[in-house]
């Protein structure tokens, strides 16, 4: 499988039907995106490959984490402390919004398709046992590992 462009390619239908399971992406009522073109292209192509007849619904919620590639130090540890564009205190509290409404919303079975920063958080809060940011550590983070291109993960809200 290996690397892909992030970006959304001529490719991606056929990148999409050798990756994904059908099956799997049969069982959602809509797909919920960041706002970004390249996560709107990807939810777009999942809809239309699979010929879903879904919703897709946008929101800032499922937007990205922005790095500032001129700070020195380790990416992580500015992001805990707070000294980077985004942090984990601000991201978390994002969390909290996206759950109450993905919550709100009157779908069962709903697609999140966002950025792999803001999913390796995700994956923090919902698989992991925290509740409470300031409990994260950079090793917490940096063991989550990275989320390739099309990875995912399910969870209950």
């Known amino acids: 499988k290996g690397e892909v ?3 959304v390619n001529r490719d991606i239908k056929e990148f999409i039907l050798n990756t994904l399971d059908l099956d799997e992406f049969k069982v959602f009522d809509c797909i919920v995106t960041s706002p970004s073109k390249r996560t709107k292209d990807t939810a777009k192509a999942i809809i239309d490959t699979f010929n879903l007849s879904i919703q897709l619904i946008e ?10 590639p001129e700070l020195e130090g380790d990416r992580a540890q500015r992001f805990i402390d707070g000294t980077d564009l985004s942090n984990l205190q601000d991201t978390w509290q994002h969390i ?3 759950n109450s409404y993905l919550k709100s919303l009157s779908y069962k079975n709903i697609l999140c398709v966002t950025h792999s920063s803001f999913m390796k958080i995700l994956s923090l809060y919902y698989l992991g046992e925290f509740k409470d940011w300031r409990k994260i550590t950079e090793m917490d983070i940096k063991g989550v590992g990275d989320f390739g291109y099309l990875e995912y993960f399910s969870v209950s809200v």
Do not use: H, Q, S
């Not at 929101?59 to 500032?68: R, S």
């Open 5 to 7: 462009d992030p970006t």
């Open 59 to 68: 929101t800032p919620l499922l937007t990205e984490c922005i790095w500032n």
């Open 96 to 98: 909290y919004e996206l």
